[in-house]
């Protein structure tokens, strides 16, 4: 295996891309896109498999160990079960992961394990089905949940479930957190960022006021628990979940499962970022909350590594310190990527 570490300006180790396969959704999440979806990108502007592949080998080649698909949804584009086995099998690529809502994973997740995905993260926001179909416009909460039991029936480890946490929509964190009690479920609690926001991505009228703290969504989980005469959550010491992102880890005792905090509003996590990501239609983002974007799609149709790598280490040497509490994008969440 290559033992290439690939750094940006700030002496960060960058070991993780996440590539958006797809700008398609069998969902309209009220956060991530408008009702009507956005103007879908044309087939020629979406990255080819094998430029997936392409980038995918340059990027292993410079240190890149980990990599995770996602969308929109990415199960929804077709022949993903052998972009995940070619991606499994490309020379240093130690990890292939991916973000979906779950709902196609009762069909899919068997063959996405052979073909070697090692992990899912599963999107859910709520527990309420009459909330869920809200959030989600056209969802069903059963589709979801039979999706994170087919995830672990096919044995998928971890199983991550990740949920927006939004003050407006009063979401029960404790019943959350519980589904880590009796299963190897990993719940994770996202700070709310507000994304997007152009033309075609207005919002959805959440704002500031509804973003909860990590902190006090803990304190949240903890006060019921302590009401309803359970032990509150403890930092989880040996149970962490395998994973390259920067959640932090609590757990009921004696549970199988842990409870993530992922804090970027309150608690930055900047100085430790690792990753770099594509978007479907082949720009790499160094930054989440940036408008910089780098074209490496010609390069990878081209098929030549060396341009593949040029626009690579452009990106990574132009990856930002931080984000600069900089909230909203040009582009929404479909359009970046999940």
Same mark, same amino acid.
């Given at each position: ?154 044995? /998928? ?131 989440? /909350? ?49």
């Amino acid at each position: 295996m290559n033992g290439a570490l690939m750094k940006d300006a700030h002496g960060r180790v960058i070991d993780y891309l996440r590539i958006s396969i797809t700008d398609r959704c069998n969902l309209r999440c009220i956060y991530c896109m408008p009702e009507d979806g956005v103007t879908p990108l044309c087939h020629d502007d979406i990255l080819r498999f094998d430029e997936i592949v392409a980038i995918v080998r340059v990027a292993a080649s410079s240190g890149i160990r980990r990599v995770r698909l996602t969308g929109g949804e990415p199960l929804v584009r077709k022949g993903v079960v052998n972009l995940v086995r070619e991606v499994a099998n490309i020379p240093g690529i130690e990890d292939v992961s991916l973000t979906t809502n779950g709902i196609l994973l009762p069909r899919m997740a068997w063959d996405l394990k052979d073909a070697g995905l090692k992990r899912v993260n599963i999107s859910l926001d709520t527990l309420d089905a009459a909330q869920f179909t809200e959030i989600t416009r056209v969802g069903c909460l059963q589709d979801t949940i039979d999706g994170i039991e087919a995830a672990l029936e096919a044995g /998928f480890r971890p199983v991550k479930v990740n949920a927006v946490a939004v003050r407006r929509l009063n979401q029960d964190f404790y019943r959350f957190a519980r589904m880590s009690v009796d299963r190897p479920l990993h719940m994770r609690f996202i700070e709310y960022m507000p994304v997007g926001g152009g033309e075609e991505d207005p919002g959805c009228g959440w704002d500031e006021g509804d973003v909860i703290t990590c902190d006090e969504i803990l304190s949240i989980i903890n006060d019921r628990a302590v009401a309803e005469g359970s032990s509150p959550l403890v930092p989880a010491e040996k149970s962490r979940p395998v994973g390259g992102g920067p959640a932090s880890y609590y757990q009921f005792p004696g549970a199988l499962g842990t409870v993530g905090f992922i804090s970027p509003r309150s608690r930055h996590f900047c100085s430790s970022c690792n990753r770099l990501r594509c978007t479907a239609d082949g720009k790499i983002m160094p930054c989440l /909350f940036s408008d910089d974007r780098y074209d490496i799609k010609a390069a990878a149709a081209s098929g030549d590594e060396g341009a593949i790598r040029a626009v690579l280490n452009e990106a990574m040497g132009r990856k930002p310190d931080e984000h600069h509490h900089r909230v909203g994008t040009e582009r929404g969440m479909s359009q970046i990527g999940g």
